[in-house]
């Protein structure tokens, strides 16, 4: 794959060596059955496609390029064969995509499908960029439409069925690898996150990181084609990335073959309940509330 | 802690620098509840503290000096708070022992209590010590007592209350660090692992990965007072070392403070069905079944 596995399942532990000058990444994410996915709902191709993304999806946001993942499964006794095969072609099919290595992992029993996936990245040392970064009179940008995931999820929920095709960015997301690396070799962006929670957490903990404000222009936000912009807004599982750049910084209008639009501005941080402010088609300046997609859901 | 998390929670991945030369290792292990533990059984400190050191003895078993370590934890939504804390306060306190960051993790809400543990560990480039070195006529050596931590488990299957002190090492077993980074230090093995499964699971780990054969001597092994010899076999969670040494190499009779027992010899390997043979009381040869404690608990 990448070379930088030098052991990997068979021994006690994998043997990773990223390249010289460069330091690791690594992010975690626990996927469980009807918290996260519903078998009803979501092909075993897709559930592994997805908590694979979710992973990706953090090395992205980190400007990284992704080296090795490993998956921790814990399985129902009277799970079919045919979901796991399922599962893992789904994963794997993401993984070879992107030259990532599946090195370890661990199988158990339990009551429901828990799928904990890893991933380690790579970075040139000290080029990660962070969630801190943002500073006053730095330009917002998003990539791709927003809000299309949650779209999806909000007929699931209303009992419409829907079918789980690879272009769906609810069941395939597809994690923007490729812009991350672009932006942190141009050295474009002083902050990034992706989008996971939805902007309306995510924008938040890059201004508390930062320890900055942020105010939004309610009509340039991306909407996917099956959202508004209240999905888009507090829809989460997009996996867009969100990052904020120099005033006089010139940013292509797409990256790596995707869309990227500039949507509002970091200020100085004023108090904690401002955090976030949006501009709406009326002219008015509001408070925007903090919502996750659980908000839609009652899921966490 | 130990200076490798250049950030740690707080950002969409955690950076690690291992020191210059070194090359990275990376383990995970999945704790179920029922599977790998009952809370009526053990205390919440004591699942945490369980759940690190599977990890940290996997480094140890490379010779690795153990750097950070992530937690992804499902939580059934009824659980005490107070059992959070107890299994933090366990898995924290075993994690400053050995100045190992918790740099990440993940929560999540599940119908049993889940932690997946990953530890990360660094080790000089080419000198982890792996399954897979194993040579005809090297020695085979453990650390310790074994067979304790079986022995416990078939006194709680009894029905037995046994009170869970801190000495045990079915509730708070000791990762062999200390005597993985002599042993790797001093070149002293051709071929190491941790018995989590019981010798007769973890030396065919090496026997296939070396593709070697071995013959232990039955009463050369270390037996745990609580134990007999078929748990010292067969009994896992020992989580003592098993390494193997060229014939001329001295060993000394403890490392670290630890025991460490030579219990036979590794040759050329026949046939996979003979691939460890014991030599018993009565002068008799006979074939090692493989057994792991599964064959004691009816768990996996």
């Not at 009551?111 to 890893?118: C, G």
């Not at 070799?185 to 938040?204: E, Q």
């Not at 340039?220 to 910084?249: C, M, Q, S």
């Not at 949006?278 to 997609?293: A, C, E, F, H, Y």
Request: aromatic share 6%.
């Amino acid at each position: 794959m990448n070379g930088a596995v030098k052991t990997g399942i068979g021994d006690d532990c994998a043997i990773l060596r990223p390249k010289s000058g460069f330091e690791l990444l690594v992010t975690t994410d626990l996927c469980v059955e009807n918290v996260h996915f519903r078998r009803a709902w979501h092909p075993a191709a897709a559930v592994g496609h997805r908590c694979l993304a979710r992973g990706l999806s953090d090395i992205a946001a980190m400007g990284g390029e992704p080296l090795a993942c490993f998956l921790s499964l814990g399985l129902p006794a009277d799970l079919p064969q045919a979901w796991v095969n399922g599962f893992l072609r789904g994963l794997l099919a993401l993984a070879q995509r992107y030259r990532v290595q599946l090195a370890g992992g661990d199988v158990s029993s339990a009551p429901q499908i828990t799928a904990d996936i890893v991933v380690t990245g790579q970075v040139p040392i000290g080029t990660a960029i962070l969630r801190s970064g943002a500073s006053p009179g730095d330009r917002i940008y998003v990539t791709g439409a927003l809000g299309g995931s949650a779209g999806t999820l909000k007929h699931l929920l209303a009992g419409n069925a829907i079918k789980p095709t690879k272009s769906s960015p609810h069941f395939y997301p597809i994690p923007r690898l490729e812009v991350g690396d672009f932006i942190r070799k141009h050295r474009l962006a002083n902050a990034m996150i992706d989008i996971s929670d939805g902007i309306s957490v995510d924008l938040r903990h890059i201004c508390e990181e930062s320890g900055m404000s942020a105010i939004l222009v309610s009509n340039k936000v991306p909407i996917a084609k099956n959202a508004d912009l209240e999905l888009a807004l507090h829809g989460g599982e997009d996996y867009e990335l969100l990052f904020t750049v120099p005033k006089r910084t010139k940013v292509p209008a797409r990256i790596a073959g995707v869309t990227v639009t500039e949507i509002g501005e970091i200020g100085y941080r004023q108090d904690y309940s401002s955090a976030i402010q949006i501009l709406g088609d009326n002219g008015k300046v509001t408070s925007l509330p903090q919502r996750g997609w659980e908000h839609f859901t009652g899921q966490r």
